[in-house]
């Protein structure tokens, strides 16, 4: 299991680096049903620190739950890193990579090969996946600076595009969402 997720990191980067094109992403995007409570996130980074809906209040949350061996994470992967380091220096958007019941030390190899600078945080039992309404990898939910779920996105979206580019837009701007508690 452990080479089949290597390889395909590696299988990927070398398409990459090749020139070959990134397939067109794939993604379903609907608004989180207001009706349906925002899930807890009680989870800890594979650095220890423990992150919660309280510590993203303030900011707006892309949680993306993702897998090593799952190949539209890995395209994902490097497009979050991108926007997680546009944003790092306003502290207005955080990018959380939620893995899907991985060990420690695959998700460490994984971080490093992409040199990923978001906090990547752990889903040992796939508790926050299926609370959080995912069903498929990657899944992505968007969270307002009120710390509600906003926006879900299942299956691979381009976070370099426009489309990722006017769901973050309206969730920046919105300051009603950061007002209300």
């Given at each position: 299991m452990q080479m089949i997720g290597?390889?395909?990191?590696?299988?990927?980067?070398?398409?990459?680096?090749?020139g070959r094109p990134i397939?067109?992403?794939?993604?379903?995007?609907?608004?989180?049903?207001?009706?349906?409570?925002?899930?807890?996130?009680?989870?800890?980074?594979?650095?220890g620190v423990r992150w919660s809906l309280q510590s993203l209040r303030g900011r707006v949350g892309v949680l993306n739950f993702w897998a090593s061996w799952c190949e539209p994470c890995l395209v994902e992967m490097t497009q979050l890193n991108r926007l997680a380091r546009r944003h790092e220096r306003d502290d207005r958007l955080?990018?959380?990579g939620i893995n899907y019941q991985e060990g420690e030390a695959g998700i460490?190899?994984?971080?490093?090969?992409?040199?990923?600078?978001?906090?990547?945080?752990?889903?040992?039992?796939?508790?926050?996946?299926r609370a959080w309404g995912a069903e498929l990898l990657p899944?992505?939910?968007?969270?307002s600076r009120s710390a509600r779920a906003s926006v879900a996105v299942e299956g691979q979206l381009d976070w370099d595009g426009v489309q990722a580019a006017q769901l973050l837009q309206s969730l920046l701007a919105d300051d009603s969402s950061h007002a209300s508690g």
């Open positions: 290597r390889r395909a990191v590696l299988t990927a980067l070398a398409g990459l680096c090749a397939p067109a992403a794939v993604a379903r995007i609907r608004r989180w049903n207001p009706a349906k409570p925002t899930p807890a996130l009680d989870l800890k980074s594979v650095e955080v990018v959380l460490r190899r994984f971080s490093q090969a992409l040199s990923l600078g978001f906090p990547l945080l752990r889903d040992p039992d796939g508790v926050a996946f899944s992505t939910v968007l969270v």
